[in-house]
């Protein structure tokens, strides 16, 4: 059974940094494409940041310069770093993991249960 476990959410003051992290279990991330996603009260699920299996990285302009993100393939996880917060960056931020199975002929794709991020004063 494929799991993505996310941790590291929280209160913070903006400004304030914070660390996610997704373990996976059941799959080898190596092989996947890597994301995070993040979902605020009455919004659509938007995408944050990807990391490809080859190391590639891609952000939300939103995003672009405060957060990084990063794979330990040796760990099976990945992780969002998360720097200079903003009241806006409250969220629940989701990890996702995808691949395309030449198998299948589909893209195969993982989602976690989600951590909360409140940044506020």
């Known amino acids: 059974q494929v799991q993505l476990v996310e941790s590291g959410g929280g209160l913070v003051q903006p400004g304030e940094s914070l660390r996610l992290s997704c373990a996976a279990s059941?799959?080898?991330?190596?092989?996947?494409?890597m994301g995070w996603y993040r979902q605020a009260p009455g919004n659509q699920r938007e995408f944050v940041a990807s990391i490809t299996s080859s190391g590639s990285t891609n952000y939300a302009d939103s995003v672009e310069g405060r957060f990084t993100i990063s794979r330990d393939n040796a760990k099976n996880t990945v992780y969002l770093q998360m720097n200079s917060l903003k009241p806006e960056d409250t969220a629940v931020y989701y990890c996702n993991a995808n691949r395309y199975s030449a198998v299948v002929a589909r893209r195969i794709v993982y989602w976690g249960q989600g951590t909360q991020v409140t940044v506020s004063s």
């Open positions: 059941g799959i080898s991330i190596s092989i996947y494409a």
